[in-house]
């Protein structure tokens, strides 16, 4: 018999096109997955508003987003996409979930902490503080058993493993199954790429992204202005590689040369102005197909709206099924 498939939920919020920094520590990762594992690929609209209120181009950045997944390879026929926001059961769940966790066990929350010394937020919402309680419920929905993330997202999975404790210890089906698995993070290998400031996040509020759709030109234009070695003024200098973000590039994206680009700025035989013109050159290049499969499906819009659609049926079928057990389990409807 063939063995099930582990199950992925893994997710972004709706920003619009993505930046090269979401390929390399998120994209990557769900295409490789995607054989081993049935992923789920959730679009996190309800979770832009503890940040951003204003939805006025929500849809928009949704399709771009969209886009862009599909285009780096997705296989959207194995792995459902679909809004949070279209899915009822998320906020059911969602519900159910924020009576089980303490206001306490929320404020400790290592990520939110960050994230309020980040944004210098003065105060937060109901909705910010039980962020990984939606969280839980858009993982727990589609029994997820593991979730790609950063090191900076364990916090949240810690959460939502407490949470699928409480639930399971509190309520059980009939046979005493339990419904919810405990999920596990899956730590990416390299989840972060620096911005073009050298701040440690390539994001599009810091405005120091390279993304997936730009072309040579604008990747060689943004990279001029890159962070690089402040002491190696001119070709002829001696560099520390080590320190600049140009050759963590390098690392990535032209590994076959990187002992030579190491070299070539410890030596100061190597320029910075050349070594930022190739790094550009092996972007463009590495994501080329890319570009032109957006570009694809930039122009057949109802293609994407498909895809869509048909991922949104088929994660209401698998959500609407959990619910049900777990109102069974509670003795609720
Ligand atoms: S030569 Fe390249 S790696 Fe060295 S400091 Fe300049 S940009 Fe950075």
């Not at 309020?116 to 969280?135: A, C, E, F, K």
């Not at 993330?149 to 407490?162: K, L």
């Not at 957006?294 to 122009?299: D, F, I, N, P, S």
């Amino acid at each position: 018999m063939k063995e099930k498939k582990k199950v992925i939920l893994s997710g972004m919020r709706p920003t619009g096109k993505l930046h090269i920094g979401h390929y390399v520590g998120a994209l990557e990762n769900w295409v490789q997955l995607q054989n081993e594992y049935q992923n789920y690929h959730l679009i996190a609209d309800y979770h832009v508003l503890t940040t951003n209120l204003d939805t006025s181009n929500i849809f928009n950045d949704t399709i771009d987003m969209l886009i862009d997944w599909i285009a780096t390879g997705i296989d959207t026929s194995k792995s459902p996409v679909f809004r949070q926001s279209q899915i009822k059961e998320h906020t059911e769940l969602f519900l159910i979930f924020s009576m089980l966790i303490t206001k306490a066990r929320l404020e400790k929350n290592p990520a939110l902490k960050e994230q309020i010394r980040d944004l210098n937020l003065q105060s937060i919402t109901y909705g910010h503080l039980g962020y990984p309680v939606l969280q839980a419920s858009d993982i727990l929905l589609y029994k997820g058993e593991y979730v790609p993330v950063g090191e900076d997202q364990v916090p949240h999975i810690e959460i939502t493993r407490h949470i699928a404790s409480l639930f399971n210890e509190r309520y059980k089906l009939e046979n005493n199954k339990e419904i919810f698995p405990i999920p596990e993070p899956k730590l990416t290998k390299f989840s972060r790429l620096p911005g073009l400031d050298g701040k440690a996040k390539m994001s599009k509020s810091l405005g120091n992204t390279i993304l997936i759709s730009d072309d040579l030109d604008i990747i060689k234009n943004k990279m001029r202005k890159a962070f690089t070695d402040p002491n190696k003024l001119r070709k002829g200098d001696k560099g520390n590689p080590d320190i600049c973000l140009v050759y963590t590039y390098h690392k990535k994206f032209n590994a076959t040369e990187q002992t030579d680009i190491y070299n070539g700025c410890s030596s100061g035989q190597l320029g910075c102005v050349d070594c930022k013109m190739k790094i550009s050159e092996k972007i463009a290049n590495f994501f080329s197909n890319i570009r032109e499969k957006r570009k694809e499906l930039e122009a057949n819009k109802e293609k994407v709206l498909n895809i869509l659609e048909e991922g949104e049926s088929k994660a209401r079928e698998v959500a609407q099924k959990t619910m049900s057990e777990v109102r069974e389990a509670m003795k609720i409807g």
